[in-house]
């Protein structure tokens, strides 16, 4: 017997403004039409002024404590992706924490960008299974809007904000119950320009925004992430046909659907929230998961494919039994 994370329960949060194409277009020159036929997204979610990434944070926490019926107390550690902290440190994780009225084992935040869910995932499933805690809380928050130069239509149009959480508890597994079959992480420093934020604490001292080759970017999603789903399937002898669900990053939905064409996996099969909520880095997976298992769709037993990339570059995958 060895230990396996299971997914107890998920929740979900998005700030109440809404952004439309149409209200974008009025300060920046762009169209509906432009934005849903380049990336599918209809609108966006942005938190207000004084709305942190802790408050979304922590409201998709508690959603997916209440989900799993779990009593707060029993969380050991809290992983959460986020490239928008609310301040350089402490981590917002610790914040978290103590909002959340714990003061035993550990809380961090981990950087992995639109790749964030996947690094927060991969790195509180092996503490869980290396018996270093029990009870996981796994968080992907973002306040991107903050990172945005809201002048350049190249990439203010693209991004949302939000946050979705997942709770994971280490159960003894016989092989075939459900949890997380596995994880695979990679990442390639040598692109690192073609996606980054010109700023940051130690070389200009400011937060600085988002600047992106969206083709490059592009072109190096749809392999990667087929890769990376490829590898996951081969390391568990399974193939594309026994995917129930991919639970994608939610960046544009051509590279949804490429990535999907690539591994000959219906787009039937994909859950798609990016027509909703732009790309909220992440927190575009938990969010997608959430409102997917809530809605029935994900049913115990399915088997789903989560995968991501981002700036880095970073991306990964997780297999899981529902
Ligand atoms: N509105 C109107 N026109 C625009 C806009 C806009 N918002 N943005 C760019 N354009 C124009 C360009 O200026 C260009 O005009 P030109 O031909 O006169 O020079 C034209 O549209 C085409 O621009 P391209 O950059 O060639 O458009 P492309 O088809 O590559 O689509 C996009 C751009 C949507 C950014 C695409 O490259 C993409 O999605 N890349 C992936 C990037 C991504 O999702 N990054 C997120 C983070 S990483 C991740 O999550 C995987």
Redesign the pocket.
């Known amino acids: 017997m060895a230990l396996r994370s299971r997914i107890l329960g998920c929740g979900s949060y998005l700030p109440e403004n809404i952004v439309t194409n149409e209200e974008l277009a009025k300060t920046v020159?762009?169209?509906d039409e432009?934005?849903v036929a380049?990336?599918g997204i209809k609108q966006r979610h942005i938190a207000n002024e004084g709305e942190l990434t802790s408050d979304l944070a922590r409201k998709a926490a508690l959603k997916a404590i209440e989900h799993a019926g779990i009593d707060v107390q029993d969380i050991d550690l809290i992983i959460m992706g986020t490239t928008t902290p609310d301040n350089t440190f402490p981590s917002t994780a610790t914040k978290i924490q103590a909002q959340l009225g714990l003061t035993h084992g550990f809380a961090m935040d981990v950087q992995a960008v639109?790749s964030g869910f996947m690094f927060a995932l991969a790195t509180a499933d092996n503490f869980l299974k290396a018996g270093q805690g029990k009870t996981a809380l796994v968080i992907g928050a973002e306040t991107f809007s903050r990172l945005l130069d809201w002048e350049d239509?190249?990439t203010c149009?693209?991004f949302g904000d939000g946050a979705g959480a997942v709770i994971l508890r280490a159960e003894e597994s016989d092989g075939e119950s459900a949890g997380i079959l596995s994880t695979h992480l990679h990442s390639d420093g040598q692109h690192q320009d073609i996606?980054m934020v010109d700023g940051g604490p130690s070389s200009t001292q400011s937060t600085g925004h988002v600047r992106?080759a969206?083709?490059e970017?592009?072109r190096h999603?749809v392999v990667n992430l087929a890769e990376v789903v490829k590898e996951a399937l081969e390391d568990n002898n399974l193939t594309a046909e026994d995917i129930d669900w991919i639970v994608p990053?939610q960046?544009?939905k051509?590279?949804l659907d490429g990535t999907a064409k690539k591994l000959k996996v219906s787009t039937d099969k994909v859950i798609v929230t990016v027509d909703q909520h732009a790309?909220t880095s992440a927190a575009s997976i938990p969010l997608a998961l959430d409102a997917a298992v809530r809605d029935g769709r994900i049913k115990r037993g399915d088997l789903l494919i989560l995968e991501a990339?981002?700036?880095g570059l970073t991306w990964g995958s997780a297999l899981i039994r529902w």
């Open positions: 020159d762009t169209s432009w934005i380049r990336t639109c239509r190249t149009v693209l996606l992106m969206g083709k970017v592009f999603a990053h960046a544009n051509r590279i790309n990339m981002g700036g």
